[in-house]
Each structure stands twice: as structure tokens, then as C-alpha cells.
T-cell receptor, first 116, second 110 residues
Framework: GAVVSQHPSRVICKSGTSVKIECRSL??????MFWYRQFPKQSLMLMAT?????????EQGVEKDKFLINHASLTLSTLTVTSAHPEDSSFYIC????????????FGDGTRLSIL | QKEVEQDPGPLSVPEGAIVSLNCTYS??????FMWYRQYSRKGPELLMY????GNKEDGRFTAQVDKSSKYISLFIRDSQPSDSATYLC??????????FGTGTSLTVIP
């Protein structure tokens, strides 16, 4: 089955640090990747849609300069949380879709970010 | 009105029971329907993926889509403690934008 690898799985760092999270599709090519944020016992909140070779599309209320997204290849998208603060602490999950049409999203295992 | 409605539960059942999980939706144009299982502190795992109406079976899992009622279901037969998780429904018009339910928390009691 389709596999999406997300790294790192856990990050603990000081306030003001920038954190980069990688999302890779291991056995398929993904023209579109998605970044979600999930709070405890709540559903997924879409932050942005990442398209290979073009700028990401951000959802309303998500700061583009705070959450930098790069999708430089068909198998890799990165999310950088810049100058992270405690309120950015959350569970971040990426997903990817096979470039061939009509495919579902496959999710990574998430990154738990804790800002001290 | 939300695009997708899902009862958050929690739902508790004894081991071996048949579990029924449901979602309703408002947009009759949805064509792609998915069920994901999410364990605590993990990403969602795709369980079932169906296009348009009808049933799909995979082992102990059966997904049903009733487009006339705008209602989808996931049935789990012979439920096991390892099925304890949060189940998310999702749907899409074209496969480019996805709408998720809030998830139903299921506990299967040994």
C-alpha cells in the first residue's frame, strides 16, 4: 500500500526556534500534499495544500510567514514552523495523494511538536 | 451547516459485537468516500475507499454509501480490542479537496 513517511515524529525545543518537518511519499509520486494540525481529541484542521513546483495554498487564518511550505519534488514536502512559540505546540500531520487521478489521501504518522 | 457530520461518540462495545459508524453529508455532488482509522498519537490510516454508491467489503470491514440519503456507513464485524481507535469519514467531489468528519471514538471492551 501507499506509504507516507513523516519526520521527525517528536520535537521538543525552545521558544523562538524554527522547526522543519519533512513529509515523503515513499512508493508513489505526489503532486499534491496536505498539511494538517490536530488538537487533542479534535479532528484534522487543514492548514495548507502543497503543490509540487508552485506556491502552497493556505487556509483562512493560517499565517503564511509562520508556516513555510516547500514542495520541491514529487516525493517531498516540508513544513517549517518559524520562530515557534508555545501556542504552536500541536500534532502536525501531512498527507499525500498519488499523482494519478482519483486517489485518496495517505497520511504520515504525524509530528508532535512541543515548544517550551 | 457543516459539509460532513459525524457523531463523536464515544462508543463502547463488547468484543465480538458488530459496530456501525456513520456520517451524513450535505453536498450531493460528493463522489469519493473514505474511512480512516486513527490510533492515539498516530496519523490516520486508510481503511476503505469507495467511489459513488454501493458497498465495499474488506475482511471484517464493510463500507456502504447511500447517495440518495447522503449517508455513509462503516460496519465492523467481530470487533476486536485492537479496533479501539478513532474513525474518521472523509469525502471529496473531485479528489482534490477533502472534507473530514470530526471522528468517532470507539472502544472495544475485552
Amino acid at each position: 500500500g501507499a506509504v507516507v513517511s513523516q519526520h521527525p515524529s517528536r520535537v521538543i525545543c525552545k521558544s523562538g526556534t524554527s522547526v522543519k518537518i519533512e513529509c515523503r511519499s515513499l512508493d508513489f509520486q505526489a503532486t499534491t500534499m496536505f498539511w494538517y494540525r490536530q488538537f487533542p481529541k479534535q479532528s484534522l484542521m487543514l492548514m495548507a495544500t502543497s503543490n509540487e513546483g508552485s506556491k502552497a495554498t493556505y487556509e483562512q487564518g493560517v499565517e503564511k510567514d509562520k508556516f513555510l511550505i516547500n514542495h520541491a519534488s514529487l516525493t517531498l514536502s516540508t513544513l517549517t514552523v518559524t520562530s515557534a512559540h508555545p501556542e504552536d505546540s500541536s500534532f502536525y500531520i501531512c498527507s499525500a495523494r498519488d499523482y494519478r487521478g482519483n486517489q485518496p489521501q495517505h497520511f504520515g504518522d504525524g509530528t508532535r511538536l512541543s515548544i517550551l | 451547516q457543516k459539509e460532513v457530520e459525524q457523531d463523536p461518540g464515544p462508543l463502547s462495545v463488547p468484543e465480538g459485537a458488530i459496530v456501525s459508524l456513520n456520517c451524513t453529508y450535505s453536498n450531493s455532488a460528493f463522489q469519493y468516500f473514505m474511512w480512516y482509522r486513527q490510533y492515539s498519537r498516530k496519523g490516520p490510516e486508510l481503511l476503505m475507499y469507495t467511489y459513488s454508491s454501493g458497498n465495499k467489503e474488506d475482511g471484517r470491514f464493510t463500507a456502504q454509501v447511500d447517495k440518495s440519503s447522503k449517508y455513509i456507513s462503516l460496519f465492523i464485524r467481530d470487533s476486536q480490542p485492537s479496533d479501539s481507535a478513532t474513525y474518521l469519514c472523509a469525502m471529496s467531489l473531485t479528489g482534490n479537496q477533502f472534507y473530514f468528519g470530526t471522528g468517532t471514538s470507539l472502544t472495544v471492551i475485552p
